[in-house]
């Protein structure tokens, strides 16, 4: 799905699992639930970046006065909130 940019569907997917995940917070101490958490903090990281990758390549570089789409602005941060 990040390959395709499907962010929306991507975010969906991995708020769950993160709320799934606080569930076992107190299980951190078993290597399994350690490992899994870490895989997804790494997911996380890695999609952050390749959303804001993605911004900034939208966006042209200083000075210029092109216009943004503010619907994109707001559904990128949306995305982002769910990653950071």
């Known amino acids: ?13 991995l708020q769950g699992v993160v709320n799934v995940l606080e ?6 101490s078993i290597p399994q639930i ?5 895989r997804v903090k790494a997911a996380q990281s890695e999609l ?6 993605d ?7 200083q000075g ?9 602005e707001s559904r990128c941060s949306d995305r982002l ?3 950071i």
């Open 1 to 13: 799905m990040t390959r395709k940019r499907q962010y929306g569907e991507v975010a969906n997917l």
């Open 23 to 28: 569930h076992f917070h107190k299980y951190m």
């Open 34 to 38: 350690r490992q899994l958490s870490e």
């Open 48 to 53: 952050g970046t390749q959303i804001l990758a």
């Open 55 to 61: 911004f900034e390549e939208s966006f042209p570089s």
């Open 64 to 72: 210029s006065k092109v216009k943004t789409d503010a619907v994109w």
């Open 81 to 83: 909130n769910v990653v």
